[in-house]
C-alpha cells in the first residue's frame, strides 16, 4: 500500500474524532499519534500538513487539553511548520537546479 494513501487515512481518521474528545487522556494519545505521524507526513504526504495544523488548532480550542498538552501542541505546530519551510525550501532549490 502507497505511504501516503495511508498518512492520508490516518489523519482522516483523527479529523473525524476531534469533536468526540472530552478527555484530557484522549488528547494525550492524540498529541502521541501526531508525535509519530508528522515526520512520516515531511517525507510521503506533505500535502496534508495543513490538516495535522488543523487538527493541532482544534486541540488547543478543546477545553478537555490540559496546560502541559498546549505546551506540546505549540511545540508540534511549530515543528509542522518548520517542517513545511524546509520542504518548501528544498522544493525552491530543486526546481532553481532543474
Known amino acids: 500500500m502507497d505511504p501516503a494513501i495511508l498518512v492520508t487515512g490516518i489523519v482522516a481518521f483523527l479529523q473525524a474524532l476531534l469533536p468526540e474528545i472530552s478527555a484530557a487522556s ?29 487538527i493541532i488548532a482544534a486541540l488547543q480550542s478543546n477545553s478537555a487539553t490540559t496546560p502541559d498538552q498546549l505546551t506540546q501542541l505549540a511545540a508540534l505546530d511549530a515543528q509542522v511548520d518548520a517542517s513545511f519551510d524546509a520542504a518548501a525550501t528544498a522544493a525552491e532549490a530543486d526546481d532553481a537546479t532543474s
Open 26 to 54: 484522549t488528547v494525550a494519545k492524540i498529541i502521541g499519534y501526531l508525535v509519530e505521524l508528522i515526520p512520516i507526513v515531511v517525507k510521503v504526504a506533505q500535502d496534508v500538513l495543513p490538516e495535522i495544523k488543523n
